[in-house]
Each structure stands twice: as structure tokens, then as C-alpha cells.
């Protein structure tokens, strides 16, 4: 049976005055914020950083010395590549920029176990994408790793939690794949790693689990910074309010809890961007140890159309002023893409992603497995049923 549209429209009517009562405090919201930013903008970096409490005890961000160098008033830093007013022109800049430097990037999917088997087991699986940007200097390879019952238990508790323990298992396999890249001796070029997400566990509560996506990310900071490569995380939409975590401290008020920084900061032209902040986050970085300072972010008009995107990075680009070449890199990336994303991020997520066509042959690989191996391994009769008439 269909979605009934005359249920759907009943049901929304009956919520009618909480969605309105939503958008009047997101209003709210989003009008002190854009008036305490207009502010914020005539202070110096100095200024700023001392309102804030300095960087230890600052809350959202801070800034960096780019903050003095951005036009004043302006919460953006202008992009003149000076390219023409053509695609073809655009993509002749892009290739003049990505020209002696090499790409990484890593996606993954992801393979939950199913109730409907009378056996547990989830799967993994990672795509690097690897571009010299010169004729066959490219490469892609896949990691696809089997996650038993065995593995899908928490550690100390013995809790069944498979749907986070197979999240952590993409997340670290990811993670690492970089970390691995990263790491390469051999490498003679320019380097830019590319994450396709955040460098901030902000998302994890469980404690078990999170010291492990901390130490994960925290490998791979140490080793950007070690080897002098840096990793960018592109996050595409991005939920974060570190600005305006900022922005209300400044004048002692409530950060905000429903506008994001994409939503107040100001349009911007194409390609314009943010000057870098480090973050300074109060939930999402207290166990990063030493690097619980050592993230850093912009937001870069990505994209005509949509939100600014969300690059973090480590605070050692910003000090060893690279900021402005990773961040040409991501643009040349998105203008070989042609849609506001990273064309290597998403040549990696085309090479991991697994259909449902992918699922289904994977279960029935593992029932092939199991009968050849006398494992008592089978559909629920409910789940074949379905299977048969859809």
C-alpha cells in the first residue's frame, strides 16, 4: 500500500502550532546571531582571543592570524583565481592546480547483521582513491573485511551492540587507510589526504567506543603532522556551531542550540572562504590529549547552490601557512567534479559503496560459506517470504 498523501497532510496539520513555535525561536536565534557577528568582525585576532579567555579556555573556536588578514567586515576571504568565465576555462585552472600534486581519499560502506539470519554477521568495506593527476597515475583498491558475532559485543560489558561496533570498524578502517597512505616513504609529490567526514569524535558518546575513534583520528593527525601531509575532513552539511558557540561567548550568552554556522554566516560568492579557527569545542575533543587544540576548520562556498561546506584540518597547516594551497586543492577537486563535491572523495564513496544487490549477494555468499563449513546458517521464513513478493 501507498503513502497515503491526505493522512500525511492531516498528520502535520495536527503539529501545525509546534512546527510554528520551532521556526519563531529558529528565527530568534538566527537574528542575534547575524547581529552579534557584525560585531565580532571589528576586533583584532589579539582582541578577540583575549575576550575569549585565550585558546585554553576559549568555547567554540578562536581565531588565528588570518583573522587580521580577512577584508574588513567581511567574514569571508575572496577567491581570485583569475580563470575566466567558462567551464573549460575553470577546468584548464583546476589542472594548472592539481599538477605535480597527489590525492587520497577514502570512503567506506557498510553491512549491518541482519536479525533475519539465524547467524550474525556484518561487513566492511573501504575504497582509496589514489590521483597523480597525470596520464594512468592513478589508482583504486578496496579492503572488505567479514565482522563475525564474535566481534559485535562490547569489550567490558558484553552489551550486543552491532550496528556501533560496525560503525567503528568503518571509521578505523578509514581512518588508517589514510594513516597507512599518509605514511608512504615512497611518495615524491605533493600530498593532500581527503576524509569524507569529521576529525571530531564530537558524535560518539559511548566511552567504550570513543577512546577508540579518538585514538583512530588522533593517529592520523600525528601523522600529517609528522610526514608534512595534510588531511582535510569535507563535511558537505555540516551541523556545527562552533562559530556561534564563539560569537555568544563573546557577548556572555547561550550558544546557540538550533542555527548551525552555515545557516548565519553571510552569502559569499564561489570558492570564497572562511579565515581558519582552530576549534575549541567544549564536547568532542576533551579526550584528544595533547591535540585537544590541534584541529582546525574553515568553511568554503562550495557550492552556488547549497550550505558552505566544513573543511577541518590540523592546526599545523594553518601555522605552516598551507591553508590557501589545501584549500586550492579542494577547489580544483570540486571544479574536476563538476556538483560542489571533491571529484576524489566521490570516486572513493563509488568505489565502497554496496547496493542492496551488494548485501544480498554477500548473504548469499556467507550461507555458501556456512554450508560448506556444516554452519547452521538460515533466511527466517518472514524475511524469505518478503524477498519472494517484492
Known amino acids: 500500500m501507498t503513502l497515503s498523501r491526505t493522512k500525511v497532510i492531516e498528520a502535520l496539520e495536527s503539529r501545525r502550532d509546534d512546527f510554528l513555535t520551532l521556526d519563531q525561536a529558529f528565527a530568534r536565534e538566527l537574528g542575534d546571531l547575524r547581529r552579534g557577528s557584525s560585531a565580532l568582525r571589528s576586533l583584532t585576532a589579539a582582541a578577540l582571543g583575549d575576550a575569549l579567555g585565550g585558546l585554553d579556555e576559549a568555547e567554540g573556536a578562536f581565531p588565528t592570524h588570518e583573522w587580521d588578514t580577512t577584508p574588513d567586515g567581511s567574514w569571508w576571504r575572496p577567491f581570485a583565481a583569475g580563470a575566466g568565465d567558462t567551464h573549460e576555462s575553470w577546468r584548464a585552472w583546476a589542472m594548472r592546480t592539481l599538477t605535480g600534486v597527489t590525492t587520497c581519499a577514502v570512503d567506506g560502506s557498510q553491512i549491518y547483521p541482519s536479525p533475519d539470519w539465524s547467524i550474525d554477521v556484518g561487513a566492511v568495506q573501504v575504497g582509496r582513491f589514489v590521483n597523480g593527476h597525470a596520464k594512468d597515475a592513478y589508482s583504486k ?16 560489558s558484553q552489551d550486543y551492540r552491532p550496528r556501533e561496533l560496525v560503525d567503528l570498524r568503518r571509521f578505523e578502517t578509514e581512518c588508517a587507510a589514510l594513516t597507512e597512505w599518509i605514511e608512504d616513504a615512497d611518495a615524491d609529490s605533493a600530498r593532500l589526504a581527503i576524509f569524507d567526514g569529521s576529525l571530531i569524535a564530537s558524535f560518539v558518546t559511548n566511552p567504550t567506543y570513543r577512546a577508540r575513534y579518538v585514538a583512530a583520528v588522533v593517529r592520523l593527525l600525528e601523522a600529517s603532522q ?3 601531509v595534510p588531511v582535510v575532513g569535507y563535511i558537505d552539511a ?13 557577548r556572555n550568552l547561550e550558544p546557540p542550540r538550533r542555527v548551525t554556522d552555515g545557516v548565519w554566516l553571510p552569502r559569499a560568492p564561489w570558492g570564497a572562504r572562511t579565515p581558519a579557527f582552530i ?9 584528544y590529549g595533547a591535540h585537544e587544540r590541534s584541529v582546525a ?3 568554503l562556498r562550495a557550492s552556488s547552490r547549497r550550505r558552505p561546506a566544513r ?4 592546526r ?4 605552516a601557512d598551507r591553508t590557501e594551497w589545501m584549500t586550492d586543492v579542494v577547489r580544483a577537486e570540486i571544479v574536476a567534479q563538476a556538483d560542489g563535491y571533491p571529484y576524489a572523495a566521490e570516486t572513493a564513496d563509488a568505489l565502497a559503496v554496496l547496493t542492496q544487490a551488494d548485501r544480498d549477494r554477500f548473504h548469499a555468499l556467507f550461507q555458501e560459506f556456512a554450508d560448506r563449513h556444516g554452519l547452521d546458517a538460515y533466511l527466517s521464513g518472514k524475511s524469505a517470504s518478503k524477498r519472494r513478493r517484492r
Open 316 to 319: 599545523w597547516v594553518v601555522e
Open 238 to 250: 555540516s551541523r556545527a556551531r562552533d562559530l556561534g558557540a564563539m560569537a555568544a561567548a563573546v
Open 311 to 314: 573543511l577541518e584540518f590540523p
Open 279 to 287: 576549534s575549541a569545542r567544549s564536547k568532542g575533543l576533551e579526550d
Open 297 to 299: 576548520f574553515v568553511y
Open 226 to 228: 609528522a610526514h608534512a
Open 141 to 156: 583498491d578496496l579492503q572488505f573485511e567479514a565482522i563475525p558475532a564474535t566481534d559485535l559485543f562490547d569489550a567490558q
